[in-house]
């Protein structure tokens, strides 16, 4: 009957690790693995005597202290980390475009959009926060947070 204690711990132990890397958080395979192994521990005890269900919850002990202390080191982690860095960056265009310059809304502004100032092509902002519609000349009046501001031309 010794199988039924192993599988019951190979189960509690499998079922930990799962929770562990694979299901984080206190769920089901964290119970199922626990239970499994109180099971172990209650089956010695029970059905091959007080020798067997002490040297099985020793066993079990230290597989969870085992356990514990490999998860705790910052070396297993270090292996399910990733490790790639992004090192892109957004191209700033609104250094190409000067206070003054008159350009034209591609998109609706509300009330930010895309607005084209010859070749450069850019988001922008509504100077006044209204909304501009495609199409509308307008013009560089200011900078915020990178961002040109630009206000409707109105015709003469």
Same mark, same amino acid.
């Given at each position: 009957?010794?199988?039924i204690i192993a599988t019951l711990i190979v189960l509690?132990?499998?079922c930990l690790v799962a929770e562990l890397l694979l299901i984080p958080g206190v769920g089901i395979a964290g119970f199922l693995g626990v239970a499994s192994l109180v099971a172990s521990c209650w089956y010695g005890y029970a059905f091959m005597g007080? #020798? /067997?269900g002490t040297t099985v919850t020793i066993i079990n002990v230290a597989l969870v202290v085992i356990a514990? /202390?490999?998860a705790l080191r910052s070396k297993t982690w270090k292996k399910f980390e990733l490790s790639d860095e992004i090192r892109?960056?957004?191209e700033d265009k609104s250094s190409a475009v000067a206070i003054g310059s008159k350009g034209? &809304? /591609?998109t609706r502004l509300a009330p930010m959009g895309t607005a084209k100032f010859g070749e450069v092509t850019l988001e922008v902002k509504s100077a006044d926060?209204?909304?501009i519609d495609p199409k &509308? #000349?307008?013009e560089a009046v200011g900078r915020e947070d990178g961002k040109i501001l630009v206000k409707p031309l109105i015709s003469e």
């Open positions: 009957m010794w199988w509690g132990v499998l007080p #020798a /067997v514990v /202390v490999v892109s960056h957004v034209e &809304t /591609v926060n209204h909304m &509308t #000349a307008v």
